[in-house]
């Protein structure tokens, strides 16, 4: 059992910055990878970046160049670092951990980024 919980969204304005951060509790020694998807009202849910067990980092080209992704193991947090934030950026952030052995997908609950323009 894996709970994630995402934290750090908010009201930001054109050109600002957000750090999220996923806090995960429990079986974390069976996730393989985390993520970070957004999904926008009206609009399916969209992969934004991906951090592997090795460290090697993957964006979507949307957000390639002004977020970045990263983990602290030790506290069992990953992040979600957005820079120069634009209003098509606005959206739920969801967490995303795969599990190793099954490839289960774990969720968190999500945090609202909006940015005004």
């Known amino acids: 059992q894996v709970q994630l919980v995402e934290s750090g969204g908010g009201l930001v304005q054109t050109g600002g910055s957000l750090r999220l951060s996923c806090a995960a509790s429990g079986s974390t020694f069976s996730i393989t990878s985390h993520n970070w998807y957004r999904q926008a009202p009206g609009k399916q849910r969209e992969f934004v970046a991906s951090i592997s067990r090795t460290g090697s980092t993957n964006y979507a080209d949307s957000v390639k160049g002004r977020f970045t992704i990263s983990r602290d193991n030790a506290k069992n947090t990953m992040y979600l670092q957005m820079n120069s934030l634009k209003p098509e950026d606005s959206a739920a952030y969801y967490c995303?951990?795969?599990?190793?052995?099954?490839?289960?997908?774990?969720w968190g609950q999500g945090t609202q980024v909006t940015v005004a323009s």
């Open positions: 995303n951990a795969v599990g190793v052995i099954t490839g289960q997908s774990y």
